[in-house]
């Protein structure tokens, strides 16, 4: 079986960190026709734009894609090609478990959450202007139909894995309409799996202690987009960092998978970046297209290198470059 693929390297620590996970993949023996489609700031010269029409009909026409980080400019500039991307596919689900690994200096050692933050709204849509000079306004939007579609994907995620609880994150308390909607939407859902999957809500900055604290408590939990992407770093943080969190973006029709981490511009180029987190985000690929044996072999491999820790990068304590690391994994997985 061969897998007609989109390949978007990204930029800074992607390029190199894509060839280190299409490296691993291919050692599955799984056959894989990447299809290369470059975006971000190198194609505004060329093209005009960072977000070419032809990076998302081949993310159409595949129905997946495995993407490295793409630099968004702070303050001005273009608009976030990652956000444009998951709105114009319709990923609205974007998917990042934590576990916790063997051989990675970390608080606790038995963290294992799974983060499901909405990813088409909220203060993402990126509906801002300014009033006046001396004053910005920024516009949250939440609907309920967003909120319901990310709860249904939460509980059946939960169902589908056999986790035991969904934790909706919001911060009801002062954004009574928006926050409460999204809520109450997710609690609508809920009580379609009363008996099947316990359901709670957490205040988002009472969530955040609580996870520094007692990460163990939690299993799935369900967020807003902001939100969504503030709790990820934490959940990476709790297990070990940037360099081992992947993700996945879920729409009805497409998905692509990408690491939690951006592109870490002062390490671009010097094969010091830990490729962890992209090769897990193939492993979730992989799952995604039914191949459970070699998502199962590539996340065992890339534990274990990890694990023994001979051959791990600088920010697991070792000193083994990005190529080192992946062939040690890649050899594994052949094996
Ligand atoms: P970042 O995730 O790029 O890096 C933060 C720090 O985490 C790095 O300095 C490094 O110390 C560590 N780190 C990250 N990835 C690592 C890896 N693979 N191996 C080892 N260490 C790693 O966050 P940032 O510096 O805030 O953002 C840099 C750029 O990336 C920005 O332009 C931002 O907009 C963009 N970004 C893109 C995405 C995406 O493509 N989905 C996500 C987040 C940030």
Redesign the pocket.
């Known amino acids: 079986m061969t897998y007609a693929v989109t390949l978007i390297p990204?930029d800074?620590?992607?390029p190199e960190?894509a060839q280190a996970a299409t490296n691993v993949l291919e050692a599955t023996g799984i056959g894989f026709d990447w299809d290369v489609q470059e975006a971000g700031e190198v194609t505004i010269e060329r093209e005009g734009t960072p977000l070419p029409d032809r990076v998302l009909d081949s993310i159409r026409a595949n129905g997946v894609g495995l993407?490295?980080?793409?630099?968004?400019?702070?303050g001005s500039g273009f608009r976030?090609?990652?956000v444009a991307l998951r709105k114009e596919l319709e990923l609205y689900a974007n998917v990042r478990p934590a576990r916790s690994m063997a051989g990675v200096e970390s608080r606790y050692d038995d963290v294992d959450l799974i983060i499901v933050r909405e990813n088409t709204e909220d203060l993402y849509a990126g509906v801002e202007h300014m009033v006046g000079p001396d004053a910005a306004e920024s516009i949250k939007i939440i609907t309920r139909a967003a909120s319901q579609r990310i709860a249904h994907y939460a509980f059946e995620y939960a169902v589908r894995n056999r986790r035991r609880k969904v934790t909706a994150v919001h911060k009801a308390n002062i954004m009574k309409l928006s926050d409460g909607l999204f809520l109450e939407s997710v609690g609508q859902v809920a009580a379609e799996y009363a008996g099947r999957v316990e359901f709670e809500d957490r205040i988002v900055d009472n969530m955040c202690m609580q996870l520094v604290q007692k990460p163990a408590l939690y299993d799935v939990l369900v967020l807003p987009n902001l939100y969504g992407?503030i709790v990820s770093?934490i959940a990476a943080g709790l297990v070990g960092?940037?360099?081992?969190a992947p993700?996945a973006n879920i729409g009805e029709k497409a998905a692509v998978f990408?690491?939690?981490?951006?592109?870490?511009?002062?390490?671009a180029g010097q094969n010091?970046?830990?490729?962890?987190?992209?090769i897990l985000s193939g492993a979730l690929m992989l799952r995604h297209l039914g191949e459970t044996d070699a998502a199962d072999a590539v996340e065992s491999a890339a534990r274990d290198v990890i694990a023994e820790g001979t051959t791990v990068?600088?920010?697991l304590g070792g000193s083994a470059g990005?190529r080192e690391f992946a062939a040690a994994v890649a050899t594994r997985v052949s094996r």
């Open positions: 990204g800074g620590i992607g960190l993407k490295g980080p793409i630099t968004t400019p702070v976030s090609v990652n992407d770093d960092g940037l360099g081992v993700g990408e690491p939690v981490h951006g592109s870490a511009p002062k390490y010091r970046a830990n490729p962890t987190a992209l990068t600088y920010d990005t």
